[in-house]
T-cell receptor, first 112, second 114 residues
Framework: GEDVEQSLFLSVREGDSSVINCTYTDSSSTYLYWYKQEPGAGLQLLTYIFSNMDMKQDQRLTVLLNKKDKHLSLRIADTQTGDSAIYFCAESRDTGRRALTFGSGTRLQVQP | DGGITQSPKYLFRKEGQNVTLSCEQNLNHDAMYWYRQDPGQGLRLIYYSQIVNDFQKGDIAEGYSVSREKKESFPLTVTSAQKNPTAFYLC?????????????FGPGTRLTVL
Protein backbone atom coordinates (compact mmCIF):
# COMPACT_ATOMS: atom_id res chain seq x y z
CA GLY A 1 0.00 0.00 0.00
CA GLU A 2 0.88 3.68 -0.10
CA ASP A 3 3.32 5.04 2.44
CA VAL A 4 1.24 8.16 2.99
CA GLU A 5 -2.54 8.18 2.51
CA GLN A 6 -5.06 10.98 2.32
CA SER A 7 -8.70 11.23 1.44
CA LEU A 8 -9.20 12.71 -2.02
CA PHE A 9 -11.81 15.38 -1.47
CA LEU A 10 -13.30 17.61 1.23
CA SER A 11 -16.05 20.19 0.85
CA VAL A 12 -16.85 22.78 3.52
CA ARG A 13 -18.79 26.01 3.78
CA GLU A 14 -17.04 29.32 4.14
CA GLY A 15 -16.49 30.14 7.82
CA ASP A 16 -16.55 26.51 8.95
CA SER A 17 -13.48 24.59 10.10
CA SER A 18 -11.80 22.13 7.74
CA VAL A 19 -10.00 19.02 8.92
CA ILE A 20 -7.75 17.21 6.48
CA ASN A 21 -6.42 13.83 7.57
CA CYS A 22 -3.32 11.85 6.69
CA THR A 23 -1.96 8.49 7.74
CA TYR A 24 1.58 7.28 7.28
CA THR A 25 3.27 3.95 7.78
CA ASP A 26 6.91 4.61 8.54
CA SER A 27 7.64 4.88 12.25
CA SER A 28 11.02 6.42 11.46
CA SER A 29 9.37 9.57 10.12
CA THR A 30 11.03 12.56 11.69
CA TYR A 31 9.19 15.58 10.29
CA LEU A 32 5.72 15.73 8.83
CA TYR A 33 4.68 18.53 6.53
CA TRP A 34 1.62 20.14 5.07
CA TYR A 35 1.89 21.79 1.67
CA LYS A 36 -0.74 23.71 -0.29
CA GLN A 37 -0.98 23.69 -4.09
CA GLU A 38 -3.15 26.08 -6.05
CA PRO A 39 -4.05 25.27 -9.67
CA GLY A 40 -1.05 25.24 -11.99
CA ALA A 41 1.34 26.31 -9.25
CA GLY A 42 4.12 24.84 -7.18
CA LEU A 43 3.80 23.70 -3.61
CA GLN A 44 3.67 26.22 -0.79
CA LEU A 45 4.85 25.09 2.63
CA LEU A 46 2.11 25.70 5.20
CA THR A 47 3.51 24.16 8.33
CA TYR A 48 5.41 21.20 9.70
CA ILE A 49 5.67 19.26 12.93
CA PHE A 50 8.49 17.30 14.47
CA SER A 51 7.63 13.74 15.34
CA ASN A 52 8.11 14.25 19.09
CA MET A 53 5.38 16.91 19.18
CA ASP A 54 1.65 16.34 19.56
CA MET A 55 0.33 19.66 18.36
CA LYS A 56 1.43 22.81 16.62
CA GLN A 57 -0.65 25.92 16.08
CA ASP A 58 0.07 28.71 13.63
CA GLN A 59 -2.66 31.33 13.28
CA ARG A 60 -5.64 29.57 11.63
CA LEU A 61 -3.75 26.31 11.23
CA THR A 62 -3.56 23.55 13.84
CA VAL A 63 -1.61 20.37 13.26
CA LEU A 64 -2.29 17.32 15.41
CA LEU A 65 0.00 14.30 15.43
CA ASN A 66 -0.90 10.92 16.91
CA LYS A 67 2.35 9.05 16.62
CA LYS A 68 0.94 5.83 18.05
CA ASP A 69 -1.69 5.65 15.31
CA LYS A 70 0.57 7.34 12.71
CA HIS A 71 -2.16 9.88 12.06
CA LEU A 72 -1.67 13.52 11.16
CA SER A 73 -4.36 16.15 10.71
CA LEU A 74 -4.52 19.75 9.56
CA ARG A 75 -7.31 21.91 10.89
CA ILE A 76 -8.06 25.20 9.16
CA ALA A 77 -10.21 27.51 11.25
CA ASP A 78 -12.64 29.97 9.64
CA THR A 79 -12.08 28.48 6.18
CA GLN A 80 -12.13 31.03 3.36
CA THR A 81 -12.67 30.62 -0.39
CA GLY A 82 -8.97 31.40 -0.83
CA ASP A 83 -8.19 28.21 1.05
CA SER A 84 -9.58 26.16 -1.85
CA ALA A 85 -6.62 24.13 -3.11
CA ILE A 86 -4.99 20.72 -2.92
CA TYR A 87 -3.31 19.94 0.39
CA PHE A 88 -0.45 17.47 0.53
CA CYS A 89 0.81 15.65 3.55
CA ALA A 90 4.48 14.62 3.36
CA GLU A 91 6.95 12.86 5.59
CA SER A 92 10.71 12.92 5.81
CA ARG A 93 12.72 10.08 7.24
CA ASP A 94 16.05 10.15 8.94
CA THR A 95 17.52 7.58 6.58
CA GLY A 96 20.04 7.64 3.77
CA ARG A 97 17.63 9.03 1.23
CA ARG A 98 16.88 12.66 1.86
CA ALA A 99 13.62 13.34 0.14
CA LEU A 100 9.97 13.70 1.01
CA THR A 101 7.30 11.04 0.57
CA PHE A 102 4.00 12.61 -0.40
CA GLY A 103 0.39 11.59 -0.11
CA SER A 104 -1.81 11.90 -3.17
CA GLY A 105 -3.35 15.14 -1.94
CA THR A 106 -6.76 16.25 -0.63
CA ARG A 107 -8.73 18.69 -2.73
CA LEU A 108 -10.45 21.20 -0.46
CA GLN A 109 -13.45 22.96 -1.92
CA VAL A 110 -14.83 25.92 0.03
CA GLN A 111 -18.39 26.87 -0.80
CA PRO A 112 -19.50 30.46 -0.26
CA ASP B 1 14.17 38.19 -3.72
CA GLY B 2 15.33 34.73 -2.78
CA GLY B 3 13.64 31.74 -4.28
CA ILE B 4 13.52 28.95 -6.79
CA THR B 5 12.83 29.58 -10.44
CA GLN B 6 11.89 27.07 -13.08
CA SER B 7 11.74 27.63 -16.80
CA PRO B 8 9.95 27.42 -19.03
CA LYS B 9 6.50 27.37 -17.44
CA TYR B 10 5.08 25.39 -20.39
CA LEU B 11 7.06 23.14 -22.68
CA PHE B 12 5.98 21.15 -25.69
CA ARG B 13 8.03 18.32 -27.08
CA LYS B 14 7.71 16.10 -30.09
CA GLU B 15 8.11 12.39 -29.57
CA GLY B 16 11.72 11.29 -29.83
CA GLN B 17 13.18 14.62 -28.70
CA ASN B 18 15.17 15.31 -25.58
CA VAL B 19 14.24 18.42 -23.58
CA THR B 20 15.91 20.13 -20.64
CA LEU B 21 14.04 21.78 -17.79
CA SER B 22 15.80 24.50 -15.88
CA CYS B 23 15.86 24.92 -12.10
CA GLU B 24 17.80 27.68 -10.37
CA GLN B 25 17.88 28.69 -6.71
CA ASN B 26 19.50 31.62 -4.91
CA LEU B 27 18.74 30.38 -1.41
CA ASN B 28 22.26 28.99 -0.93
CA HIS B 29 20.75 25.56 -0.42
CA ASP B 30 22.97 22.51 -0.75
CA ALA B 31 20.32 20.00 -1.73
CA MET B 32 18.05 20.03 -4.77
CA TYR B 33 15.32 17.69 -5.94
CA TRP B 34 13.18 16.91 -8.96
CA TYR B 35 9.67 15.56 -8.60
CA ARG B 36 7.06 14.56 -11.13
CA GLN B 37 3.34 15.12 -10.57
CA ASP B 38 0.61 13.39 -12.53
CA PRO B 39 -3.07 14.37 -12.33
CA GLY B 40 -4.71 13.26 -9.09
CA GLN B 41 -1.47 11.93 -7.71
CA GLY B 42 1.16 12.98 -5.27
CA LEU B 43 4.72 13.85 -6.15
CA ARG B 44 7.22 11.18 -7.10
CA LEU B 45 10.94 11.66 -6.75
CA ILE B 46 13.00 11.53 -9.96
CA TYR B 47 16.49 12.58 -8.87
CA TYR B 48 18.06 14.41 -5.97
CA SER B 49 21.41 15.99 -5.24
CA GLN B 50 22.78 16.68 -1.78
CA ILE B 51 25.90 18.47 -2.95
CA VAL B 52 27.55 19.83 -6.07
CA ASN B 53 28.82 17.17 -8.49
CA ASP B 54 26.82 14.45 -6.79
CA PHE B 55 23.31 13.16 -7.45
CA GLN B 56 21.24 10.07 -6.75
CA LYS B 57 18.36 8.33 -8.49
CA GLY B 58 14.93 8.58 -6.98
CA ASP B 59 11.98 6.25 -7.47
CA ILE B 60 11.33 6.96 -11.16
CA ALA B 61 14.70 7.92 -12.66
CA GLU B 62 14.42 5.86 -15.86
CA GLY B 63 14.33 8.08 -18.94
CA TYR B 64 15.67 11.13 -17.08
CA SER B 65 19.12 12.58 -16.49
CA VAL B 66 20.48 15.42 -14.37
CA SER B 67 23.66 17.33 -13.68
CA ARG B 68 24.82 19.40 -10.73
CA GLU B 69 27.81 21.42 -11.85
CA LYS B 70 26.85 24.48 -9.84
CA LYS B 71 25.25 24.83 -6.43
CA GLU B 72 22.55 27.09 -7.82
CA SER B 73 21.48 24.93 -10.75
CA PHE B 74 20.01 21.46 -11.18
CA PRO B 75 18.75 20.95 -14.75
CA LEU B 76 16.63 17.92 -15.64
CA THR B 77 16.75 16.33 -19.09
CA VAL B 78 13.77 14.30 -20.20
CA THR B 79 15.11 11.88 -22.77
CA SER B 80 13.33 10.04 -25.57
CA ALA B 81 13.60 6.90 -23.43
CA GLN B 82 10.96 8.28 -21.06
CA LYS B 83 7.80 6.54 -22.27
CA ASN B 84 5.21 8.85 -20.77
CA PRO B 85 6.81 12.23 -20.11
CA THR B 86 3.68 14.42 -20.14
CA ALA B 87 3.44 15.68 -16.56
CA PHE B 88 4.01 18.62 -14.22
CA TYR B 89 7.63 18.81 -13.04
CA LEU B 90 8.54 20.41 -9.75
CA CYS B 91 11.98 21.34 -8.50
CA UNK B 92 12.73 21.84 -4.81
CA UNK B 93 15.69 22.71 -2.64
CA UNK B 94 16.61 22.41 1.01
CA UNK B 95 19.35 23.77 3.20
CA UNK B 96 21.53 20.81 4.07
CA UNK B 97 20.02 17.78 2.38
CA UNK B 98 19.22 16.02 5.61
CA UNK B 99 15.83 14.46 6.18
CA UNK B 100 14.69 17.07 8.61
CA UNK B 101 15.29 20.06 6.39
CA UNK B 102 12.31 21.79 4.89
CA UNK B 103 12.01 21.70 1.12
CA UNK B 104 10.95 24.75 -0.84
CA PHE B 105 9.41 24.38 -4.27
CA GLY B 106 9.59 26.23 -7.54
CA PRO B 107 6.50 27.11 -9.62
CA GLY B 108 6.80 24.05 -11.86
CA THR B 109 7.11 23.28 -15.58
CA ARG B 110 4.28 21.61 -17.44
CA LEU B 111 5.65 19.35 -20.17
CA THR B 112 3.39 18.10 -22.94
CA VAL B 113 4.46 15.61 -25.57
CA LEU B 114 2.77 16.15 -28.90
Amino acid sequence: GEDVEQSLFLSVREGDSSVINCTYTDSSSTYLYWYKQEPGAGLQLLTYIFSNMDMKQDQRLTVLLNKKDKHLSLRIADTQTGDSAIYFCAESRDTGRRALTFGSGTRLQVQP
Amino acid sequence: DGGITQSPKYLFRKEGQNVTLSCEQNLNHDAMYWYRQDPGQGLRLIYYSQIVNDFQKGDIAEGYSVSREKKESFPLTVTSAQKNPTAFYLCASSKAGVGTDTQYFGPGTRLTVL
